[in-house]
């Protein structure tokens, strides 16, 4: 465990991409194999379940501090982090833990069925036994993801440094759906076989945005668009009469979509298809909000999937009779798709095909563009005709051109401390629109949360205004005297039940602080809505 | 009723029957300082009262203005009340300001720390019946690990970072942090060289404090004289074209904020050090308890929470609104007084 502690720390503790590459490197020279596939899982979210929930974590953590509850509230409202907290608030010791991190996450795994009393004692004895920095680390795998700026990217090449095996092969050893508590280092990352590879997906090709001017791409006859879907990119696999259904954030969804459930047979065995997954009500393509509605869903009821359907959308054919397709021109893949899906185009309505458009000018391109809200994408993918499917974000075959995001101006309303980071400055903000109110008088009301968008000094200025001008505190949010205006941007807009506003945005971030405005000059509700296709 | 001894007023802390203020935040006539810092010393008074200690310290930093100097415990009396002061242990010739009337004792705290740094003279204990103290960190997550163990890591840090042939960039704010840092490096590691405004300090408290020698960087400093050295540099200084000449280099701050992980990211800092001039969570509740004063007045840091607090523990307390701004703007703003000297 100190190994580990140290690791983390070291990674913690630097912003710098080599330097963090050359700890993790390092780690993996000397760790012993069941410490690694550990820190794998870790590092790629693949912590075991929470054995305790955090209300009696709080509590038995406060119990050892011997603080009032509230005072332990505030407290972990400030530090924005629960192992943190619990960390920074136990009475400190100078020991080390001997035990190893394979050891503690054994007894992190054997806790969870624990009677309660047990897991108190374990936990309590735990943290009085570690130092402060073994003691976060240690609350944390029982708490959540580490956050310190380690991607799995970067920690496959470090892996693949320590290892000596090829960075994409192991990039595609680690997809998929595999437990750290029975697999061998030795199977997960040195045994090359095929027979455990049955759900596993290939990693997504993901394209930047283009740069400059359309034009420098070149010759328009060497691209095909296509539109960009605003759905969950997914990765669906055929073999051996089953399917498994991936997201982009290599989670396995297969049980969320039954729709997709009987294209098996349709769709033959040993295909994988790239494909955008969309809500579909009403028989058009639906809203990123619409699919939202499912997304968080443990059990997708039988009123759910009536009232928000959802189709695949086909991208691309990565695997076609057993055999990668990924180092084929982008055009070969089409043709197999594309005749895949006249095969069983009358017989699943699930199952469509994202439209590959031809181009013979840029201008054409823009103009397709100019129609992408209408046909409900958020913009354009332009994809060379030669390209292989590659690994992860890469330049130069593909690339992204979306619609500009839609913009209003609102009025900062409310405020909440950021986390991580940013837990001591208030970096979370909420922000509101004018409407008339029953009695004809125009009042704010909150429309959209945001909190990204701005600079490092403008949060500070902005942090230093909320604390001088709270009107009230609730629990961690304040209220704020309306006065600061920020432009806002978001790519999408629905009409929405659940908000007050009655609107619902995708993705809402900060585009500037609109200092040059007064609260008076903000936009109003009716303004957002007319912004509804 | 009488008013009370001290009330807090839209210009400072105000002793109405002496007709005399603690470190006011707006131009007044008579003017108690308890340190040289900018949120407590400020410019426009018209006379300056403090430690003898403090006096070049504010005259370095405000100029021409007329200003007397006390010792520790010498008491002097306007219009029937007593005033004195105490030592604070914050940084040099800071202050506690115990006001007396009728038998009514009253503390002002000003900033103040408990553990003894070896530079300041150490935190004095003053019983009274009123104590208004800061709470910069008054949350039970700050706990400060003792000195020598923080120097400790600071220089095994700069060692390391030589080994590796890299420059350590220490920042600190040049009134006391940066003094109380450069006491404790280690000097046969290497050179210690400082910024513009670290070394104008040094020079206005060398004639108190013994102090390690530095290098001032100027534009003649070269750049192969620094490699491996360590750099003391106030936090303003961070992310300026005046750093660049150190390349390669790493940075570090000591200061009570870096015990959140969050703070050192945000500011993009390396290496964390938690090493404060104020009083931690135990150092705030033991000096309460000792001054036997059962009417306590909260004032900067995380007042609401702490004087909650101090309430379920039995004490009257309640805080005030002051423009002090402890370690925040220490770490956060620009010196206001101080130019960086490229």
Redesign the interface.
Known sequence: MRNFANLIKTL????KTNVKVEALTAYFRTASPEDKVWTIAILSHRRPARPVNTTLLRLWANEL?N??M???E??YH????LA??IA??IP?NEANSSKSLTTYLQEIIALKSKPEAEKKTYLQENWLALNYYERFVFTKLITGSFRIGVSQKLMTKALSKAEGIDENILAYKLMGNWNPNTITFHDLILAEKSSDYISKPYPFYLAYPVEGEIESLGDPKDWYMEHKWDGIRSQTIFREDQIFIWSRGEELVTDKYPEFHDLIGLIPNGTVIDAEILAFPNNQIGTFNDLQTRIGRKIISNAVLKKTPVILKAYDVLEWEGKDLRNYPYEYRRDVLEKLYQTIENKKLQFHLSERIKINSWDEVTAERMQAREKRSEGLMLKRKDSTYQVGRKKGDWWKWKLEPLTIDAVLTYAMR????????FTDYTFALWQENEHGEKELVTFAKAYSGLT?AEF?KVDDFIKKNTID?FGPVRSVTPQLVFEIGFEGIALSKRHKSGIATRFPRILRWRQDKKIEEANSIEDLKNMII | MNPPLLQFNDKGIYCAQANVYIDPWRPVKNAIITHGHADHSRWGHQNYITHHTNVPIIKHRLGAISVTGKNWNETFVVNNVKFSLHPAGHIIGSSQVRVEYKGEVWVFTGDYKTEDDGIAVPYEVVKCHTFITECTFG?????WTPQTEVMNSINRWWSENKAEGKTSILFGYSLGKAQRLLKYLDTNIGKIYTHGAIENMNNVIRPMVALPETTLITRETKKEAISGNLVLAPPSAHGTTWIRKMTPFVTGTASG?M????????R?I???FVLSDHCDWDGLLSSIKATGAEKIICTHG?T??FS??LR?LGYDARTEKTQYEGENAEM?KEEDLEKIIP
């Open positions: 913690d503790s630097s912003n501090a603080i009032p509230w005072l332990f505030e407290s400030i530090v924005g982090d943190e907290t920074l608030i400190t950021g986390s991580g980071r940013r837990s001591t400055l490092d500070r505190k | 949350l039970p997550v700050f706990k904020w015990a959140f992980r969050g703070a050192r990211r945000r993009a390396d290496k964390g995380y609401d929470i909650k607090y379920e956060n």
